[in-house]
């Protein structure tokens, strides 16, 4: 069974300081990967998408890919309280397929 | 842009009606889309993959005669919930995928329309 794992939080963090979530992916074939914020009461948004290992940058947000460990992250920088959100690690086991959502890392920024 | 719509994004109903819910992809066409649904403070779970032109999968433990899904055209689909009951009461929310030729279609992005809250009194 395809799996991904996150830790569920909250994971606090003061603003301005750098949020890091970690996920970690059960099927090895998996070919391309999200990161998606969610508020609370609204729909998943997609923020990050990640298909080569290393790392890729937006803004304040970098994705990180490691394929041989099974490894996603998502840093964010210089965190804002906006950012406070639910973190949803998304797998794409291969083309065609549904993504396989993790539970999701809620995120807490402190002002 | 790959914009996705929903409709309507608010509803409550009295318990054994039945309840539509149209999912469109505004900017772009999508063979396939994905219904979710959502309890609060719980994780989204993937009900069905609806598909242009042919029948919905649906996952275990989805009932597909209470749960109607129709993708009549490559810009929309809707989820019919039938005799709602008070535990039907959730968040259903569509995503879309573009279709060959949008440069989302290499990675197999989903874009999620803003979600559905369905009220069964």
């Known amino acids: 069974q395809k799996e991904v794992e996150q830790n569920s939080g909250p994971l606090s963090v003061p603003e301005g300081a750098i949020a890091s979530l970690n996920c970690t992916y059960s099927d090895r074939g998996s070919q391309s990967f999200f990161w998606y914020r969610q508020y609370s009461g609204k729909s998943p948004e997609l923020i990050m998408s990640i298909y080569s290992n290393g790392d890729k940058e937006d803004g304040r947000f970098t994705a990180q890919l490691n394929k041989a460990s099974q490894y996603v992250s998502l840093l964010i920088r210089d965190s804002q309280p906006s950012d406070s959100a639910t973190y949803l690690c998304a797998v794409n086991p291969q083309h065609g397929t549904p993504l396989v959502f993790g539970k999701g890392t809620r995120l807490s920024v402190i002002a | 842009g790959a914009v996705v719509s929903q409709h309507p994004s608010r509803v409550i109903c009295k318990s054994g009606t039945s309840v539509k819910i149209e999912c469109r992809s505004l900017d772009f066409q999508a063979t396939t889309m994905f219904w979710y649904r959502q309890f609060p403070k719980k994780s989204l779970m993937l009900m069905a993959t609806s598909n242009e032109g042919s029948k919905a999968t649906y996952e275990q433990g989805v009932e597909k005669d209470k749960f109607l899904i129709n993708h009549a055209s490559l810009t929309l689909s809707t989820l019919t919930v039938t005799s709602a009951h008070p535990e039907d009461s959730s968040f259903y929310i569509c995503?879309?995928?573009?279709?060959?030729?949008?440069?989302?279609?290499?990675?197999?992005?989903?874009?999620f329309g803003p979600g559905t809250r369905l009220t069964v009194l």
């Open positions: 995503s879309a995928r573009p279709n060959v030729g949008h440069s989302a279609d290499a990675y197999n992005e989903q874009f």
